[in-house]
């Protein structure tokens, strides 16, 4: 397979459960994240994991966790959710910006989650 | 940080005509502008991007304006055709970053 892969395609939970978003990327990229996709708002970006090193936390609550065990394969890990989290969960990866490459994202076609 | 608004939110036109979606950023540092194209229920895909060191990209039917003193870049697509239809998203980065600042994004609607 190709691109960016994203499972659970959908995922419906309650607030007191724990689960977990995969994203694996097969392009060779050195950069992935994770964005939130809600109706009627921008692309949120939540973290960016540069050679496997997060670089980037925009204050998301600590009730999403991302792991990132080498740079094909990133993961976020949902523990004790509100309602308000339902959303489409874009992975996304890139290569490093410079020379001749513009660091286009590749999207992944996203998590669908709901949140009782 | 970065603040990008794009306008309009929904757009709809008839097939053949020419369509623009307008967006502008804050941040004068900003200094690349990729367009995102998201068909429903699949994957934002790149369509066109421009660096600040040009004002125009042109690829067939797509086309990408930038005023960088007024901080406002624009997407132009002529002669549109059905498949058109798709939300746009623009965005605003830093070249040597890595954060992208997206538009809330625009419902481009082709009528046949």
């Known amino acids: 397979e190709t691109g960016v892969t994203q499972t659970p395609r959908h995922l419906v939970m309650g607030m007191t459960n724990k689960k977990s978003l995969k994203c694996e990327q097969h392009l060779g990229h050195n950069a992935m994240y994770w964005y939130k996709q809600s109706a009627k708002k921008p692309l949120e970006l939540m973290f960016v994991y540069s050679l496997e090193e997060r670089v980037e936390n925009n204050s998301v609550p600590s009730r999403f966790s991302p792991e990132c065990p080498n740079s094909s394969h990133l993961f976020l890990h949902l523990h004790t959710l509100q309602p308000e989290d339902s959303a489409l969960y874009l992975c996304a990866s890139s290569q490093e910006r410079g020379g001749g490459n513009t660091g286009e994202l590749f999207f992944g076609e996203g998590s669908r989650l709901t949140v009782l | 940080g970065e603040n990008v608004e794009q306008h309009p939110s929904t757009l709809s036109v008839q097939e053949g005509d020419s369509a623009v979606i307008k967006c502008t950023y804050s941040d004068s540092a900003s200094n690349y502008f990729p367009w995102y194209k998201q068909e429903l229920g699949k994957r934002p895909q790149l369509i066109i991007d421009?660096?600040?060191?040009?004002g125009e990209k042109k690829d067939q039917r797509i086309a990408v304006t930038l005023n960088k003193t007024a901080k406002h870049f624009s997407l132009h697509i002529t002669e549109t055709q059905p498949e058109d239809s798709a939300v746009y998203f623009c965005a605003a980065s830093i070249f040597t970053g890595n954060q992208f600042y997206f538009g809330t994004g625009t419902s481009l609607t082709v009528i046949p």
């Open positions: 421009i660096r600040s060191n040009v």
